[in-house]
């Protein structure tokens, strides 16, 4: 009898408190549901068939986790919303005479209800949707749809004893913030006097100056290796400044602004400036947080989406032609060109076979060094020499007989004694001279495009392509230097690639037989052939297909969770702000304000805090554009258009949202606040 | 004609779910002149608050009159209810009602701010209510910060900076220890003897001793009123009390 009086209570207690706990159940079943989806998703079995699956699954993994880890802080987050709601309420049991221990068995029948209902709704959600995310991440892969369902016994476990636990420990938690306070601050815990917040100038200066900097190293790096290194400084620095800004830049401008007695002793800004002071100092930190949490998301959806849509593009960067081959030699001598014109010959001979068109070829020798491009175009070979190496200037120098340019092209370059025409990738500045141990090649010509080995283009590292007249008087010199295992520097090889109008599958099977091929060839004479490989492009094709789709999903999957937590971060706070607005509203009514100026005072003040977290992210991530375009590049993806047009229609989505979210957590409020005149 | 005329006044509140009906006030007629300072007295659950709700335009009767100057409140549009609250009212709180916010002197500014004034003109306003009052040296404090009977002065200002036609009190001494209370109704009465006129509600004798007129209220009626007269306040605390007992002992009217 008693126990079912407990339980009453505890359903009561859910009941009255909807408008929290609704939302916190809500997070829960999501949370519970997207677990189990990726959990599934890392088991499912279409992976084993597809190209990239394990490292699919391993992403999927991947993400499982992090909702995991994420749920843990968002969930303890926002029942502390609801814990202090109902400590007062608590409060009034302890009072009446219901001992701790008891209002602790009301807590574990409502931490019992909301476990088993997330639980069971969690999973039931989780597994309705899990073969449709299956179907849509293997859409996305464009892998082969298998049509069973099942229901993998790891996943089920794993999500009830994740999360199981989890709410044991909110549970727990509850329970110490009730045991260890007195009746009478649990009746208080609402409302306590607060000091009004100081302006505090150095934090607030620092965080604009921060975020100026910030701002500046993203739109001023141009390398792409450097914005890789700088854009997790520039990352740490904006964090920094959004917290300082929001913290300490709010109160301060406020201040500012309330020192203006002109602006600020006017009917509309006098409510607004003052009580926005409290906000901020209440909200500021909570405020960043959902600032930096859109922000990544943002970052993340608009560049998955760019991924994603540009695989096309990565792949032909990676593999400009359908096939291509390259064997490195210890040196190109005549010998060795002998041995270039045989590989030649077989490679051509095999794709005879399959009756393949070959088409746009690619065909040359190359000498490579690398090193560090200093200041005048000095390559420092000897990276001990440098002081620090900075990847920045890392640079590989190609050196690419002419004689071979000219077969390819059918035009020759002129090119004197000592002059070289010049190719970048990655967008490197071309000196006007490049000098190596001591000897200078004049950069006459710079190339627009020239077909290259794909792996350099994949490379992180700089490329310079020199096309010299004579390559043997071009290495003169450079033959003898070696690095300090007494390797020598040069590098010699030869490039072959090409497209083919033959199916996918036989693609495959021709590149097989190549490597095959060269593998034979390299068995004759094993010193002077050093290394080999060939690449297919349809043969990674897959892999590619695999690993950008699932970044893509898994960006959609946890830009859903993050935007949810982010928003009902936001709803929470507005709603115990509601409650703590009631009071204040009263008395600017009796004080003589009418209704519509406080509702229009409100309703700006909710404005500000509920877009000015997108708003800044917005900023963010305009300014980290130019960054995460380099960065892109890195991936081979280099798609300005296609990047700005995902960013935009990411920051549409998610405003969109945002928005919908806005009215009903407005409309809460308002219902909050007026409820207080009814009473 | 009086400043502020009460006629036939009956308000009947319904519960919301159900028919049941509560009569807080019967019928209360009473007219206060200007330059007075009248307390109203009576029980918990005498119809006070509901009376000064109605008074303060907060609530609406059921029926009868509210005239101010002659000009019917229920007349007033709804929404210039709010400007006519702030032109001719001023209202002091039991529990002050003053807003964490902001700080002692923008509380006070608060009325004059919304009615649009510059900051010059409520600065001028100001300085001799705050000198007047004694709180030249909290303006700058916050009300966390300063004491229960500064905050009530500080209430008070707010009251008489917009110059009202009546001040309305509820239980203006209600939170207040024994010495803020004294300085309290002290500062009443020489406003009062400035010439404003303050209408006030309180079941404290104390209080009520100081008033020019005392009017009882029971039962949603005006049951009895007394006049000062000559009395010191000695005197009328003594025939506020008498009347209390005779009040108490269900007596009828006199």
Redesign the interface.
């Known amino acids: 009898m008693k126990t079912g009086y407990y339980s009453r209570l505890a359903v009561d207690g859910i009941r009255k408190n909807r408008r929290l706990y609704l939302p916190y159940l809500l997070t829960c079943v999501l949370m519970v549901a997207m677990f189990y989806i990726l959990s599934y998703l890392s088991r499912a079995s279409f992976m084993a068939h597809i190209g990239g699956g394990s490292g699919l699954a391993w992403v999927m993994h991947l993400g499982s986790f992090v909702i995991a880890v994420f749920s843990v802080f968002f969930l303890f987050y926002t029942n502390s919303f609801l814990i202090r709601r109902r400590k007062k309420e608590f409060g009034l049991f302890n009072i009446l005479g219901m001992d701790k221990r008891s209002i602790s068995r009301i807590l574990f029948r409502e931490s019992l209800i909301v476990a088993l209902v997330a639980l069971a709704f969690g999973l039931g959600v989780g597994i309705a949707l899990s073969k449709m995310a299956e179907l849509a991440l293997v859409n996305l892969v464009e892998g082969d749809i298998t049509f069973d369902f099942t229901i993998p016994k790891q996943s089920v476990l794993l999500s009830l004893v994740i999360y199981g636990a989890l709410f044991l420990l909110i549970f727990l938690n509850a329970v110490r913030q009730v045991r260890f306070s007195k009746p009478i601050e649990l009746m208080r815990s609402e409302n306590f ?4 917040p100081k302006a505090n100038w150095l934090f607030g200066l620092a965080g604009f100056a921060l975020l100026g900097a910030a701002y500046y190293i993203a739109v001023s790096i141009e390398n792409p290796i450097a914005a890789l290194s700088w854009f997790f400084i520039a990352v740490l620095m904006v964090i920094a400044a959004t917290y300082l800004i929001f913290i300490a830049g709010s109160v301060l401008l406020c201040r500012i602004l309330q020192k203006n ?2 602006y600020y ?3 509309k800004h ?1 409510v607004s400036v ?2 926005m ?2 906000r901020m100092k209440r909200n500021g930190a909570g405020l960043a947080s959902i600032c930096i949490l859109l922000t990544m998301v943002l970052v993340m959806i608009s560049s998955t989406t760019c991924l994603y849509y540009g695989k096309e593009d990565s792949l032909k960067t990676r593999y400009p032609r359908d096939i291509s081959v390259t064997v490195n030699f210890t040196q190109l001598t005549p010998e060795n060109d002998g041995k270039i014109a045989a590989l030649r010959e077989t490679v051509d001979r095999l794709a005879g076979t399959y009756n393949a068109d070959m088409l746009r070829h690619v065909d040359y020798r190359e000498a490579e060094i690398s090193g560090s491009l200093e200041e005048g175009g000095y390559l420092e070979v000897d990276v001990r020499l440098v002081d620090a190496v900075d990847f920045g200037k890392l640079v590989t120098v190609h050196f690419v007989p002419l004689e071979d340019y000219t077969r390819m092209y059918g035009k020759t370059l002129a090119l004197g004694e000592g002059e070289a025409a010049a190719f970048g990738l990655k967008k490197v500045e071309i000196p006007e001279s490049i000098t190596i141990a001591g000897k200078s090649i004049r950069i006459v010509e710079t190339l627009d495009a020239l077909d290259v080995d794909g792996l350099n283009t994949a490379e992180m590292l700089t490329h310079i392509f020199l096309i010299v007249p004579d390559l043997d008087r071009a290495l003169e010199g450079l033959l003898d230097l070696v690095d300090y295992n007494g390797n020598r520097m040069l590098q010699f090889g030869w490039h072959y690639a090409f497209d083919t109008d033959i199916e996918p599958a036989a693609q495959i099977r021709l590149v097989q037989e190549v490597y095959a091929a060269v593998r034979a060839e390299k068995d004759k004479d094993p010193s002077a052939i050093r290394s080999y490989y060939s690449a297919s492009r349809e043969a990674d094709r897959q892999d590619f297909y695999s690993m950008y789709g699932g970044l893509f999903f898994l960006g959609l999957m946890l830009s859903i969770v993050f935007l949810v937590a982010a928003v009902l971060m936001i709803y929470y706070k507005q709603i115990s702000e509601g409650y703590e607005d009631q009071s ?1 509203f ?12 406080i509702r229009k005072s409100i309703n700006s003040q909710m404005l500000t805090v509920f877009f000015l977290p997108i708003v800044f992210a917005v900023l963010h991530l305009a300014f980290a554009f130019p960054m995460i375009r380099k960065l892109l590049l890195l991936f081979n993806l280099n798609n300005v258009p296609l990047l700005i047009f995902t960013t935009a229609i990411s920051i549409l989505v998610f405003s969109a949202f945002y928005a919908v979210v806005y009215r009903i957590t407005s409309n809460a409020y308002f219902s909050i606040v007026s409820d207080a005149k009814a009473e | 004609m009086s400043l502020l005329e009460v006629k036939g006044l009956k308000k009947v509140y319904k519960t919301r779910l159900g028919g049941a009906s509560v009569e807080a006030l019967r019928n209360v007629s009473f007219s206060v002149e200007e330059g007075e300072y009248v307390a109203i007295m009576g029980e918990s659950g005498s119809g006070k608050t509901t009376l000064l709700n109605i008074l ?1 335009a ?1 609530d609406k009767p059921t029926a009868g009159t509210v005239l101010l100057d002659g000009k019917d409140f229920a007349h007033i549009k709804e ?1 210039a ?3 006519f ?2 032109d001719n009212l001023g ?1 002091v ?1 039991q529990d002050f ?7 002692i002197e ?1 509380n006070i ?3 004059l ?4 004034k ?2 010059a003109e ?1 600065k001028k306003r100001l300085a001799p209510i705050a000198e007047q009052l004694g709180i030249g040296d909290i303006l700058k404090k ?1 009300p ?1 910060e300063v004491s229960g009977g500064q905050k009530q002065r500080a209430a008070v200002a ?1 009251a008489l900076i917009t110059s009202p036609r009546i001040v309305l009190a509820d239980e203006p001494t209600g939170a207040l220890d024994s010495k803020s209370t004294d300085e309290l109704l002290r500062l009443f009465g020489e406003i009062n003897r400035r010439g404003q006129t303050i209408l006030m509600v309180t079941h404290s004798m104390k209080a009520a001793s100081h008033a020019l007129r005392v009017l009882f209220i029971r039962d949603g009626e005006v049951f009895h009123q007394i006049y000062r007269g000559e009395s010191t306040n000695e005197q009328l605390y003594q025939k506020i009390s008498d009347t209390l007992t005779l009040l108490a002992q269900g007596g009828d009217r006199r």
Do not use: C, H
């Open positions: 006097g607060e000091k009004p007695k002109g002793y006017n009917k006098f003052s009580s002071v409290y204040r009263d008395i600017m009514q009796k004080v003589g304000m009418t209704k519509p100026d | 303060a907060l929404s209810v709010a400007q609250r702030r209202f709180f009602n003053l807003l964490d916010t902001f700080s923008d500014y608060l009325p701010v919304l009615a649009g510059s900051y409520m916050y966390y707010r």
